[in-house]
C-alpha cells in the first residue's frame, strides 16, 4: 500500500501548519512547493519540519548543471525528505543535483507533468506521447543515479517495471468525485497504489475539504 504526502499548496505558513496538524496521524509526510517555498523560504520548511512531518520539497530544479548542483547545496541543510528536479535537465543535470544532495534525500526526476496530454507534448515538439516519453526519461533517470521518478498512476506500472527498486512518486491523484481541475493524467488512489506508486501526492482533494483530517481518513480506507 502506497502511503500519502500532502501536498500544501499555499502561500501562507499559518495555513500549511495548519493542514499539517490536520494530517499528521494518517499522512506519511507532506509536499511543499514553489508557492510556499517563494513565501516563506527555508525558514518556513523549517517551521513545517518542526512539527514532526518528513517534507518533501517539489521544486522542480531544471536549469544548467552547475546552477542546479548550487541550488541543490544550498538546500542540503534542510535535508528534505524528497527533492524534484526535471528529467528534461538531461543526465548531466541529474547526475550533478543527485551528487550535491545529502544522503538522506531522495532526489526524483519529474518526466512528464501530469497536467500534459499527448497534444500538450505535440505543441511543445514531442511527438512521443505521455506513456513513451515517460519511459525514456524513467530510463535516463535511472542511468543518472537518481532515486526515482515522478509520474502518473497511467504509467507507474509500466515504470515498476522497468525499475523495480525505483521510488516512484505519484500526483494526479482523483479520489471518485472529485474534479480533475487543471490535472488531464488522473487515477484513484487505489489505481496509483496497486500499480506500483511508491508514494500518493495528493493536494486539493484534501487541502480543499472542509476537513483536511476527515478526508485524508477517507481516501487511505480506499486503498
Ligand atoms: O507531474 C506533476 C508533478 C507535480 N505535481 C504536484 O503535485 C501536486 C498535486 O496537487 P493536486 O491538488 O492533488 O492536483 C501539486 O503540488 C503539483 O505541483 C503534479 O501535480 N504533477
Not at 499559518?14 to 496538524?21: D, F, S, T, V
Amino acid at each position: 500500500m502506497s502511503a500519502i504526502y500532502v501536498a500544501i499548496d499555499t502561500p501562507s505558513l499559518e495555513r500549511a501548519k495548519l493542514i499539517a496538524e490536520q494530517v499528521r496521524t494518517s499522512a506519511a509526510g507532506v509536499k511543499l512547493g514553489l508557492e510556499f517555498f517563494a513565501a516563506n523560504g527555508p525558514a518556513g520548511v523549517t517551521a513545517i519540519q518542526e512539527l514532526g512531518l518528513p517534507v518533501f520539497l517539489d521544486l522542480k530544479l531544471h536549469d544548467i548543471p552547475n546552477t542546479v548542483a548550487k541550488a541543490v547545496e544550498a538546500l542540503r541543510p534542510l535535508e528534505p525528505a524528497v527533492l524534484t528536479v526535471h528529467a528534461a535537465g538531461g543526465r548531466a543535470m541529474m547526475q550533478a543535483a543527485k551528487a550535491a544532495a545529502g544522503p538522506t534525500t531522495k532526489v526524483v526526476a519529474v518526466t512528464v507533468l501530469t497536467s500534459l496530454d499527448a497534444s500538450d507534448l505535440n505543441a511543445i515538439g514531442v511527438s512521443s506521447g505521455p506513456a513513451e516519453q515517460v519511459a525514456l526519461l524513467a530510463q535516463l533517470a535511472r542511468d543518472a543515479g537518481l532515486d526515482g521518478i515522478v509520474c502518473s498512476g497511467a504509467e507507474v506500472g509500466a515504470a515498476r517495471e522497468a525499475w523495480p527498486d525505483g521510488f516512484f512518486v505519484v500526483p494526479g491523484v482523483r479520489p471518485a468525485g472529485s474534479g480533475t481541475a487543471d490535472q488531464k493524467r488522473v487515477v484513484s488512489p487505489r489505481e496509483a497504489s496497486e500499480a506500483g506508486a511508491s508514494i500518493l501526492v495528493i493536494g486539493r482533494p484534501i487541502t480543499a475539504a472542509e476537513d483536511a483530517s476527515v478526508a485524508i481518513r477517507d481516501i487511505a480506507l480506499t486503498l
